[in-house]
């Protein structure tokens, strides 16, 4: 339930702002803005719960760990060779 609020508030907020100043439909862009974020969110939020069920926590924490500090370490060497070359 966490992960709803959460998401909604980035960029599909603007998005439903921006399609609803275009089509004047508030209800309608709301309703399928919602229905698309819980048709996308649902297979990850079903894959989650049943990984967690099947894989022990502690390894997935340390993958998790590892990746998130090599992309923090990717990012601006990334960034360093594409405005540099």
């Known amino acids: 339930m ?4 959460v ?13 609803t100043a275009q089509f004047n439909a508030v209800v309608l ?6 229905v698309g ?4 969110d649902a297979p990850v939020v079903w894959f989650g719960a049943t ?9 997935v924490r340390l993958v998790a760990s590892m990746l998130f500090a090599l992309t923090g370490l990717a990012i601006p060497l990334t960034l360093d060779i594409a405005m540099f070359g």
């Open 37 to 40: 974020m819980m048709i996308v």
């Open 2 to 5: 966490a992960f709803f609020p």
């Open 51 to 59: 990984a967690t069920n099947r894989l022990p926590l502690r390894a």
């Open 29 to 34: 862009v709301a309703l399928g803005t919602t």
């Open 7 to 19: 998401e909604i508030g980035d960029k599909t907020q603007l998005a439903t702002v921006a399609l």
